[in-house]
């Protein structure tokens, strides 16, 4: 439009509403005046730059950008320059020589200003306003580097990840990340496109990520800068390396049917993944209402324990009673006030700063506990760690059960073993002190008693007598000291001689508070802690009883062995019965004899 009023001025007079031309010694000028039109096209352009000016002069003031404020005032100056010549110089009347138009020369010294710039500063390279919508919500790091290695923009993300500010990074070698990421931008080495993986560290957190860097390229195939792109792949990486320690703790299930060493290798795969101090497994003992250690494993040392471990009494340690009753993991931090004291006591005494609790079950039934300690720092678990963690003491609890079905197949087996050799003695031996020393001997060996006594009962005396015995390996001086033959009276032992006569056992415990006092004197005469009494009946009559001791430590039978005691008590019976028979029958033979004799002594 501007051109048009300008060819066609002489037709409407709205550009110059008078021109003529001056004879000025050798030079010709142009003398004009403006019109209305002249002024609207100039106007409009005044207002263009003015606004761009304007624009950028805002950018310059809130812009953190040291390296792109410097730009954006090199733009606006050489924007500026034409205007103001134009404004205040020609217009105006101020030019040194009136004949020289000053307007032109500024434009032709602002052009090539702004090539200039273009080209010595990277103005190309200035990020568009559309970068604040795109780049800030993109969700990985973000980093846009120029060809000489100069951070140009980064996202917020990057910012979080590198610890940094724009202020701090913006215009600085990508060096200044700290990381050796310059290979990256080396044209000759052909990274372009291709991903490459990079751990990096913030604090004590170590995250995995794959790099990508993509070539911003100009009209021509230039490179104008490069835009890297940081993805974080760390849980992808985790996930994988709890389907290989899942895989591994499977395969060693599978494989190993030791206890012991399924447990160590599980306890020290959870220690590891949570990078934590130590691990510890425990069995639920449900009938004591105690948790008992079974195996406890450091970064630097494995205590196995053969023989049950430190036991604690869930009535004291209400938070692992939760754990397992609920069967949910739970974790206790010694600084959170409203955690279980009693727990946060037992942490600061073995100095475990974080504790994370997780059951161990197999569907509805839990029989344990792991415990995950940390000493160093306080950790906080993640959903992440919890899952990991739960899944190891699930293949756990697994070991345990293939152990426990390994281990009561052979007791049954063993069982039926023992019950077919007592049969076979009875059998084949008709001495009874033989028979009943074997099948005491297997009732003491089978559920470990330190000692075993086999008594006969007379109604008529109320009198036991004791025919048979077996004293244990790890019997005290006091029970190695013989008793057989021994008699005992049971004068006031009715309720006991019921039971017996019922075919019901009994248990007695040297704290229990309803012994009598021929009883307790009897306990702390051979250091008794437990007895069971099984017993001896043919016939639903009472023949004896059998008393399976317990020195060493107070001990609850469980109901596995009673019933196996029973039975073998029934063998014992049995053979009581033989040898009695047998001994019956004898006498009757010797009986004819002499009767026989008798009578031919006298025809």
Partial sequence: ????????????????????????????????TSGIGFWLIVGYAILIDLTGVYVMFRAY??????????????LMS??????????????????????????????????????????????????PYARDVVLEHIEDAVIIVSNNNKILDLNKAANELFASND???????????????????????????????????????????????????????????NIIMFTDITEIKNRTVEVGTLLEAIKAISSNMDLSDALRLIAKQITILLNADSCTISYWDKENDVVVTWIDYTQTDVL???????????????????????KQALAVQISDSDADQTEVENMLSIGVISRLMLPLAIGDTVTGLVEIDHDVEAREFSLSDIRIAQALCDQA????????????????????????????????????????????????????????????Y??????????????????????????????????????????????????????????????????????????????????NQLIGYVELCETRQRRKFTSDEITLCHDLAQQAAIAFDNARLYEQAQQEIADRRWAEEELAKHR
């Fill in 1 to 32: 439009i501007s051109l048009i009023l300008v060819f066609t001025n002489e037709w409407h007079g709205l550009v110059f509403s008078q021109l003529s031309l001056q004879k000025l010694g050798s030079y010709v000028i142009g003398i004009y």
């Fill in 61 to 74: 003031i809130h812009s953190e950008r040291k390296m792109f404020r410097w730009e954006l005032f090199a």
């Fill in 78 to 127: 050489a924007f500026s320059v034409p205007v103001g010549i134009f404004a205040f110089v020609d217009k105006f009347g101020l030019a040194p020589l009136f004949t020289v138009r000053l307007t032109p020369l500024a434009f032709g010294i602002a052009v090539p200003l702004v090539t200039a710039l273009m080209n010595r500063l990277h103005i190309m390279e200035l990020m």
């Fill in 167 to 225: 202020r701090q990074m913006i215009g600085a070698d990508i060096g200044a990340l700290g990381y050796p990421l310059n290979s990256l931008f080396d044209n000759s080495q052909n990274h372009f496109g291709q991903p490459s993986e990079i751990q990096l560290s913030n604090g004590s957190t170590q995250k995995h990520f794959v790099i990508k860097n993509t070539p911003l390229l100009g009209w021509q195939g230039e490179t104008l800068s």
């Fill in 304 to 326: 196995l324990l053969d023989e049950p471990g430190m036991t604690y009494a869930l009535v004291e340690f209400p938070a692992t009673r939760f754990v397992l009753e609920n």
């Fill in 397 to 456: 609890a697994i070991a345990i059960q293939n152990v426990n079905l390994l281990s009561e197949t052979q007791r049954r087996l063993q069982e039926q073993s023992l019950l077919r050799e007592a049969g076979m003695a009875i059998s084949s031996a008709l001495n009874l002190e033989v028979v009943l020393s074997r099948i005491s001997e297997q009732m003491g060996q089978v559920i470990d008693a330190t000692g075993v006594y086999v008594n006969t």
């Fill in 458 to 539: 007379d109604p008529t005396t109320k009198k036991s007598l004791v025919i048979a015995e077996y004293i244990g390996p790890e019997a005290n001086d006091k029970e190695r000291v013989s008793i057989l033959g021994e008699e005992f009276p049971e004068d006031g032992h009715d309720e006991f001689l019921e039971l017996m006569k019922a075919g019901l056992h009994d248990v007695t415990h040297f704290d229990d508070p309803d012994l009598t006092e021929y009883e307790q004197a009897e306990m702390q005469k051979y250091s008794g802690k437990s007895i069971l009494y099984i017993p001896l009946r043919i016939k």
